[in-house]
């Protein structure tokens, strides 16, 4: 009984690993998204509208399974008629990560945009003035004034996205939902390892809520707030 | 691709059979989630420090963990306890717990709770003094002042965030689908995906129904905060 209680809490490094790289994925696709949305450009304004309308519309599941099952598939597929023999199997890890990455950069997307367009116009204008490359700007001027803007929104997408990685036990990877499923169905006692897995979804929301609190506070410093 | 086997009789019925309990869940659950949301803001608003507590830890863990952990829970989870494993034989309100259509039932609604609470309650905070001090002022009581002044306006003001809240719970009522025996919309595209080993066509068609209904509550919302709230809609003229 006890040493199943290991395994899950082993698993926990296995939802913690899921969840950042899908985080550094989602986080990719988010500035992509807000950079085309911004762009002006109609083609690439008209793409990014479709991902991340299409993207919030359907469930995070759905998609995962059509990822996961699809994707096999596809992939299999396309190798046969380009002559290989060799067949692959997409493993749930990798399937997991860039959906969950691929959904919420969908999220990100809008929040990112909202916390560009926050910033000031004058601040993009003046580093023009001063000759920077479009790059530059970004990196040295709207990066680090849009984090400020963005972390709420960022706050809140990262942890629905914490909790979707349990989804991905659906798929088949053993991280510590399927992990505590597996041990309730050997022991017969559900409850107790289905609470054990909550609270350690818990202290994990729990712990990142006060570090990006912290991060804000850091970010936030010397703004004026109005007093009522 | 091979659509047609999607198109095929038994198929669409099996997924108009889905539409049918996925609607059915994400109402239901809505609607008891809503009455438990409506109490649970009063609660966390009104003038008694431990049921604040009580209810705010509540919404804490709600928030904090993953819906499938609750539907486990409550499904597989509470068998486990021989209080209810002694009653869910016979007992009336305890027979429900063997049926899997009422556990998603009940975590949706207890989940759909917690997040639209706080919504309610942080609406309920942000009234303008003024407003309540106007009614104040005309001799309403608190209770008077709360169903006449702060519940319609507030309950007005919560409603883009509520329409995101429902969008995301249709979304979740695709969970039902880890249940054994439920056929939402999920499970009907897995259990064609299981027999023809068709999984695009499934899941695409799945994926286009979630999608339809996504943008028809949507649209219904954005309609609604337009009556609604358009006394707070700056002026255009």
Not at chain 1, 26 to 31: E, I, K, Q, T
Not at chain 2, 58 to 71: C, E, K, M
Not at chain 2, 107 to 120: D, H, I, P, V
Not at chain 2, 148 to 166: C, G, Q
Request: aromatic share 14%.
């Amino acid at each position: 009984m006890q040493s199943y209680f290991w395994v899950i809490l082993h698993g926990s490094l296995l939802t913690v690993g899921v969840s950042l790289l899908a985080l550094l994925v989602s986080v990719l696709f988010g500035l992509a998204g807000a950079a085309a949305k911004l762009s002006g450009k109609p083609v690439l304004v008209g793409l990014a509208t479709l991902y991340s309308t299409i993207i919030r519309g359907i469930p995070d599941l759905v998609l995962m399974l059509l990822v996961f099952y699809g994707g096999t598939i596809g992939i299999n597929t396309l190798l046969e008629k380009m002559g290989s023999e060799a067949t692959v199997d997409i493993d749930p890890f990798m399937a997991g990560v860039l959906t969950i990455g691929f959904i919420y950069g969908a999220y990100m997307t809008e929040t990112f945009r909202g916390a560009i367009l926050s910033i000031p116009k004058g601040q993009m204008e003046a580093a023009w003035a001063f000759g920077m490359s479009r790059f530059q700007t970004f990196i040295r001027i709207t990066l680090p004034q849009m984090v400020r803007y963005a972390l709420p929104g960022f706050t809140n997408n990262w942890l629905v996205l914490i909790k979707a990685t349990a989804l991905v036990s659906l798929i088949g990877l053993q991280e510590m939902t399927y992990l505590a499923k597996q041990a309730s169905a050997a022991t017969r006692s559900p409850f107790i390892f289905f609470m054990f897995t909550g609270a350690l979804f818990l202290i994990y929301t729990s712990v990142s809520l006060f570090v990006l609190k912290k991060i804000n506070a850091r970010y936030s410093m010397g703004t004026k707030r109005g007093q009522l | 691709m091979e659509w047609s086997v999607i198109f095929a009789p038994d198929n669409l019925a099996l997924f108009g059979n889905g539409i049918v309990i996925t609607l059915w869940l994400l109402f239901a659950s809505l609607a008891v989630g809503g009455v438990l949301a409506l109490i649970f803001a009063l609660l966390l608003t009104g003038p008694w420090a431990p049921l604040r507590w009580l209810v705010g830890a509540y919404t804490f863990v709600i928030r904090g963990t993953p819906l499938l952990i609750q539907v486990y829970l409550i499904y597989y989870g509470l068998g486990q306890l021989e209080w209810i494993q002694a009653r869910w034989d016979a007992v009336w309100p305890w027979v429900y717990f063997k049926e899997p259509f009422f556990c998603a039932l009940l975590a949706f609604s207890l989940n759909t709770a917690g997040y639209t609470a706080e919504m309610l309650a942080g609406a309920i905070r942000e009234t303008s003094a003024g407003e309540i001090e106007a009614a104040h002022a005309y001799g309403m009581s608190r209770v008077q002042t709360m169903w006449r002044v702060v519940l319609p306006s507030a309950m007005r003001r919560t409603l883009p965030a509520y329409s995101n809240e429902v969008v995301m719970m249709l979304h979740a009522t695709s969970l039902a689908s880890a249940v054994p025996n439920m056929l939402d919309v999920t499970s009907a595209a897995s259990r064609i995906y299981a027999t023809y080993y068709l999984p695009f066509e499934a899941y695409l068609a799945a994926a286009a129904i979630y999608l339809t209904a996504s943008f028809c509550l949507i649209g219904f919302f954005r309609f609604s905060e337009g009556r609604l709230l358009a006394y707070l809609a700056p002026r255009k003229h």
